[in-house]
């Protein structure tokens, strides 16, 4: 398939750009849009044949659902059978924005997005190009991630293209994406709310709003007998081709660990996952990928998912990746590396 390229600024919009993918969506089409997480492979989310195609771009497994995107609180009324009180308020709260929650599902949704499933994973993105579009054409977009299936999340153009030109119908240019990782999954339907793959909504910000929000445990652990509620988040996403381990505990000695590593690992090439503090410190690894300022972690998460490309295309042999506080945005970013690294924590003294 040729897939064609529509190169959108998000500061200047151009409505003819809008109306030719609310067509390809209502024609069944796949279209790659870049929303403030990452970019995401959308379909005409009511549209069975439609979302079939995605699992099959993406070499997606049949039972890990999609998320339906929206861009209005009124779409909700036809695609969930209930609003739980807590759920009007976080919706209140934190939407348009990077937070999908989960529902029990109406009986207009194809089977194909839930993944037979009784629940269903809403979220209304803030992105302004993914906003135009889903308001042009008032459609629930099913959208994973627009990455092959095992491949880290594109949070650039050229990630997209690298891993899905000629396997969609349009792939949308909006530049970079502003958060880096994925949103916030949040359980509405359990008692309390349950924060499944934590993400850019943070677990602070949540119990601003639920103070006793609950978080599933398999966040912190990607250990194989860890069975996740959520069904995405068994597989082991993100991960790299290399093997890799993450370093947590006091920055020192996390730097003296990686330096002996890399001393006893002298023969292969190793990638290090740093920070501007310590990038300078590592003396024997084949590439040091400086993540951004321990004192920014918006940067941090931003650059992860390009860092452990970046990894990939220098096929190095291992990746040692310095590990982060769990507070704030944190918690995403260490969930995201416990899986890149298997669940593989190295704890430096
Ligand atoms: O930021 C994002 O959420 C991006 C952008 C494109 O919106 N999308 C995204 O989709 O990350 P995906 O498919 O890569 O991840 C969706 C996650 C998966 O782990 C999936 O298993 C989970 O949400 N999920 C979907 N429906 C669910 C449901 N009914 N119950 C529990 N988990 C669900
Ligand atoms: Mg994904």
Known sequence: MKTKIIKIDKDNIERKKIEEITRAFSDGKLVVIPTETVYGLGANGLDEEACKNIFKAKGRPADNPLILHIAENSQLDELVSEIPEL????????????ITMIFKRSDKIPNVVTAGLDTVAIRMPSHEIARAILKDCKLPIAAPSANLSGRPSPTAFKHVKEDLDGKVDIMVDGGVTNVGIESTVIDMTSNPPMILRPGGITYEDLKKIIPDVAVDNTTIDASDHAIPKSPGQKYRHYAPIADAYCFAGNLDGVVKEVNKRLKENSDKKVAVLATTETKDDYNGAYIVIDLGSRENMQEIAHNLFDALRKCDEEEV????????????????????LLKACGGKLVLGL
């Open 87 to 98: 759920a009007k308020k976080c919706i209140d709260e934190f939407w348009p924005g990077p």
């Open 317 to 336: 042999d291992l990746i040692y990746a310095e590990g982060f506080d769990f507070r704030g945005i944190g918690a995403g970013i260490m969930n995201r």
